[in-house]
């Protein structure tokens, strides 16, 4: 039997069976209130004939009773009166009446009650002078008839029932569940063939949360695919590209299958409430977005500080969450803080001190004793965190991340000498001379020895770094193999510039007009800017360099606008605040000098503040007609590479500032001195009026070369150098 079929004459054998019992009910309470009725009016009758009847009793007169009789003849179902000796049988009786009728039950004035056969019901009352009594009978077939009246009706109703119940089935069945499973089975189908990727799935009406679990499927099917095709490609052409599942295989064999463990301070994931429901947040960071792809495809542990004002709700009692939500793939341990550590150790001591001593953005640092006492704490919080997570794994691997942990190395070391521990350093090192001015130089750079392999983006920040150990500490180094011997402990001192993973065929491209009607931008050419908001990104020099290419070049005026999407990032520090003020103040400054009748609606710099999704900001990188990156101080900036990997359908153009990290590698872009406003403003107008020749020539090789240095290079060559320390020291470097 088919499912509908199934469902059909299951709802209608229910609905029947409901019916049935209702009408049951109705139908036994219909007899009774007509039994009750002929009882009644039988027994007003009995009682009204009785004295009457009485005298005719004794003389038999049959003809006066035939006369009583007629004469309540016209009352409805009267069929006859009988008079009665007391021992029931019949002295006189008006015609068609039984020869006996027994006499009233005893106790009973008025006896009434159905004759046996149900056709008829009698009323005996017993003479009040004399013996004997009266039977009153009347027609009780009605009884029966009111009965099976109420069984019709019941019928009839259960039938439109059925029929209504019926229709309603097969047009949900239809419409609203047969109709999407064909739907998107058939898109299903398509996908599975890789004939519609990209293509949205149909909507599911009832089944939707089947459809966006196919919907998953599909996409993991797609990703599988893809990187199978990758993979053969690579083969095919004889490169060794590194991709998520060869990293998977390679972390596996390097590390013997020992689970991964990152320290970051940000984690990937916050959990924040707006509007009473608790959100998931992917914060704005290059730092998560260059780490987060290797945890996905080898699994592990990161250790993070939950900042998210729902996080803890989120954890379970070991302060841990799976992730990535949708797809969870590794854990995310929470480490909580309190308001005070948080000011001295983050905003204070990482973000006042050691953040503009690395940059060279003119930021002067700012170090306080209560801030560096947060700072140690805070390192020793997450050691802690750390060593709970390792225990009972044998030679653990810990890959720190970044300056708010330059102390967390060594504290590791101490007290698990058998864990591998790399320290990754997100941001540049400066000079010794600079470094020289933080009171606690010593401090962290025996912190960060403690490490095991020390990386930084580029060799010229391991030049710095291995320059200003020299001049601070006591130790040997050596300079043909890069590597610092403090004491019993060797550390390798090395450059793995972090990158990115090339987005996957992400489907149709995103509308242009409609993405820019959504901040408010107009023009036909686009250009873009994503960044957090932070003195180092050269984001008022960007402006200056419209402003000039403008001033430069009228004929864009209305043609060109610039999107810059900034992220608000460390806003308790005050020039963190005066820097979104400022930022906003040039925007406007800038836009009211452009402004005319003729162009009504249009302005050069569209600013959109706020947290921007990933996946909101990768539909720009799309679509926009260049990209600039100008920061004025940036250890690898990987705004620069994400633009350069996204899925477009026309080569890109990238302006980017020689300070920065990327700039080592992506030779292609427009590189730029973002402080020559001149030169940004001309470089801009290169980027626009390239010949398409040359446009594609320089995107090709850029892409070439993010696709080869990948985020999985990355992970794999960190990764590679960890597993191969030496652990039991025999006074050579690793
Ligand atoms: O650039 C250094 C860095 O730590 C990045 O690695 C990261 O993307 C960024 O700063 C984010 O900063 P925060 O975590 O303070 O928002």
């Known amino acids: 039997m088919r499912v509908t079929t199934r469902l059909i004459v299951s709802i209608v054998l229910a609905a029947a069976l409901v019916s049935a019992g209702w009408t049951w009910f109705q139908a036994r309470g219909e007899r009774a209130r007509l039994l009750e009725e002929l009882n009644h009016r039988g027994a007003l009758l009995a009682e009204s004939l009785r004295e009457a009847a009485e005298p005719l009793a004794k003389r038999a007169d049959a003809k006066a009773l035939a006369r009583i009789a007629d004469k309540f003849g016209g009352r409805r179902r009267l069929r006859g009166i009988s008079l009665h000796a007391p021992d029931g049988k019949t002295s006189v009786s008006t015609a068609g009446l039984p020869d006996f009728s027994p006499p009233p039950r005893p106790g009973e004035a008025i006896d009434c009650g159905l004759i046996p056969g149900g056709a008829l019901h009698r009323c005996a009352a017993a003479f009040e002078n004399s013996p004997g009594f009266l039977a ?51 898109w299903m189908r398509l996908q599975r063939a890789g004939e519609g990727r990209g293509a949205a799935p149909p909507p599911g009406g009832l089944l939707g949360s089947l459809t966006s679990e196919a919907q998953g499927l599909a996409k993991s099917l797609e990703t599988a695919r893809a990187a199978a095709e990758e993979e053969a490609r690579l083969r095919h052409s004889g490169q060794s590209v590194w991709t998520a599942e060869r990293l998977k295989e390679h972390a596996k064999e390097r590390l013997r299958g020992r689970p991964m463990v990152v320290v970051a301070n940000r984690e990937p994931y916050m959990h924040v409430r707006r509007d009473g429901k608790i959100q998931v947040v992917r914060p704005a960071s290059g730092l998560v977005s260059g780490v987060e792809p290797i945890l996905k495809a080898c699994g592990g542990t990161w250790i993070g500080h939950g900042a998210g004002d729902a996080d803890r709700e989120t954890v379970d009692a070991f302060d ?38 690395c940059h060279i953005a003119h930021a002067r640092p700012q170090f306080r004793a209560e801030d560096w006492k947060h700072y140690h704490a805070v390192n020793r919080l997450f050691a802690d965190a750390v060593l709970a997570e390792i225990e009972g794994v044998d030679e653990p691997c810990v890959m720190i991340q970044d300056y708010h942990f330059a102390l967390l190395p060594r504290m590791l070391k101490e007290a698990r000498p058998d864990a591998r521990v790399s320290l990754f350093w997100h941001i540049p090192w400066p000079n010794p001379e600079a470094f020289g001015i933080c009171p606690w130089q010593r401090e962290i750079l025996d912190g960060m020895l403690g490490a095991d392999v020390l990386g930084f983006h580029i060799q010229a920040h391991c030049n710095n770094f291995l320059e200003t150990v020299d001049h601070a500490l006591e130790c040997r180094i050596d300079w043909e193999h890069l590597s610092i011997r403090r004491g019993e402990h060797s550390t390798l001192i090395k450059s793995y510039p972090i990158s990115v993973a090339m987005e996957e065929a992400a489907g149709p491209l995103p509308a242009k007009d409609e993405l820019m009607r959504s901040v408010g931008a107009k023009g036909a050419i686009l250009a873009l800017g994503v960044d957090r908001l932070d003195y180092t990104k050269g984001i008022v020099e960007r402006f200056l360099a419209v402003e000039r290419f403008l001033d430069k070049n009228p004929s864009y005026i209305g043609r060109f606008v610039f999107v810059e999407l900034g992220a608000p990032s460390r806003t308790s520090i005050p020039r963190y605040r005066d820097l979104v003020e400022e930022v906003k103040n040039e925007a406007g400054r800038i836009n009211a000098r452009f402004e005319t009748k003729e162009n009504k609606g249009w302005k050069p710099i569209v600013l959109a503040v706020g947290h921007h999704e990933r996946t909101e900001v990768a539909r720009w990188y799309r679509v926009a007609d260049l990209c600039a990156v100008t920061s004025l101080h940036d250890g690898m900036n990987l705004v620069a590479k994400e633009y350069v990997a996204a899925d477009r359908e026309e080569p890109g153009a990238l302006i980017l500032s020689r300070f920065t990290g990327a700039s080592r590698e992506l030779r292609d872009a427009l590189i730029v001195n973002p402080y020559d406003i001149e030169r940004v403003a001309d470089a801009i107008r290169e980027a626009v009026e390239m010949e398409p020749e040359e446009r594609r020539r320089r995107w090709e090789s850029m892409r070439e070369t993010v696709r080869e240095r990948n985020i999985y290079r990355w992970g794999a060559r960190l990764v590679d150098d960890l597993g191969r320390v030496r652990l039991v020291d025999d006074d050579k470097p690793a």
């Open 320 to 357: 841990r969450v799976r992730v990535p939500p949708e797809e969870p793939r590794y854990s995310l341990r929470r480490v909580w803080i309190t308001k005070e550590q948080e000011e001295g150790y983050y905003y204070g001591f990482a973000n006042e001190g050691l953040w503009p001593l």
């Open 136 to 186: 009153v009978f009347q027609d009780a077939t009605y009884v029966d008839a009111g009965v099976r009246e109420v069984w019709r009706r019941g019928f009839f109703r259960l039938l439109t029932q059925v029929l209504l119940i019926t229709a309603i089935t097969l047009w949900i069945v239809r419409f609203d569940i047969l109709a999407p499973i064909e739907r998107t089975a058939e």
